[in-house]
């Protein structure tokens, strides 16, 4: 028999007695081992003490002050029940929805901060997010841009992916757009990073669903008789459709906008207009060159009307 | 009139049947909240908060079960958290519960049995708390180690252990005395 299993035995009968089935075994192995005899002999020195042991007297005024207490907690209820008990209060209950109101009013705010600021005038920050697309025969209609003077970019300056796509007219940063803070660089440097769509622009739309990426992509190339209210609403997709990021890394990502495959049955079911699912099934899509963004045009016009007119605005 | 029987008259409001088990219990619920607080004028204050509690909470315990491990459960509660909120008094409550009832036939050996328990409930104040607790439910109060397991809320092989050690604590701390009664045997 090993010590370990004794000291378990030892551990048992020094609760509740030794076992008489056990006590021959028990008793060889101390008689074998100077170790647990030792231990044995400590525990059964205790016990003849605690035989002696006499427990103290409750003072004699005890039992009537308590039946004194007992009385008087008959007489005046708890003062108060806890917190579920608080809660139960009509003050508590107050308190509570209010909480709640509060938290719920805050999330929506937050939510559509980005559309209140496009509805109330405000120049949707998209629109100058998109580097500048070629020059196309049929599109006469003017652009939203500053003066080609205010921020002169040449070709060259910008990175050689979107430098091809780069007309002699830059548009202004549209970080600088959003947050309304002046722009401490120079203008080369802000044009020079304006060249990728900086997603800072639209960081309100997804920030709470997804990390922040940055989108190294060219704009879709404007067809012929296309406004160009259609880049400040094909932007907004970006924006919207930011959450809908399936991967990313650190320099570039891919979005899966709401022209592709399988964003179009969620978007549908987002917005179940009979013109939106017919929009959406017979609209071409265009893709970002390289980038895996898709944007279909017809979806974007059944976004909700202030975020159009917001692009449009901007656009003109 | 049996213990379940206080039990659900009490319950039903009666505070004669509540008074009574009062009568019953007060002395151990006492005698184990001491060996928790230390001083007896704590102990009192203790105690008597353990009844008042039992009675505001007595509609949601069990008239078949045993009343005195559920009292032991307040009185466990209440005594550490009077200890948590309490200071720590400077003086050594040896002697504060008073002398035992003294039998008059026998003077000398009740007070070696007196200075006897005040030699253990000092050295039992020197155990952790856990060893403390399961040595006076154990040893002290005679609950088996499943009835003190469940005032402890602790496993019944975890109270054993306790116990064991607790009994190799005591053996070293009170092992002057236990010596010197050796000797004078001898």
Redesign the interface.
Known sequence: MRCREVRLW???F???GVDPGREAAFQAHLAACPECAA?WQ??T???D??A????????AA??N???A???E??ATP?ARAGWFGWLLRPAGVGVGACLLLGVFASGLWLRDRDLRETAAGRPAPTIAALPAEPELPAEPAPVAAPPPEADPVPPAAAPPRVAAARPATARPSTTRQVTGRPSPRPATSRARRASPVRMAAVRPAYRRTVPRPRVVAPPPARRAGEPAARLADSLVVVALAAPRVTSHSSSAFTLRAAGDDAAEPALAERDPRPETAAATAASPREEFGGSGLRVTAAVVESWPTEVAAGGAEAAR | MDEAALVRRAQTGD?LA??EL??LY???V??FV?HLVGS?DD??EV??EV??RA??YLDRFDPARPLKPWLYTIAANRAHSHRRHEQPRETVALDE??P??AAPDNPAGDLE??E??CE??AAIRQLSAQQRDAMVL???EGM??VEAAAVMKIEA?T???H??RG??R???L?AG??DGRSSEDH
């Open positions: 030892m551990e048992e020094a609760c509740d231990d400590a525990v020195a205790v016990d003490l605690l002696a042991y006499v427990a103290p007297e409750p003072p005890l039992l002050s308590t039946r207490a007992i009385r907690a008959i708890p | 505070t509540f008074d009062v009568g007060q002395r151990a006492f005698g001491q007896a102990a009192a105690t008597q009844f008042v009675w505001r519960a008073g035992e009832p049995r007196h006897l328990s253990v409930r154990v040893e002290l088996t180690a092989v109270v054993r252990q116990v064991f009994k190799k005591l053996r070293e009170l005395y236990i």
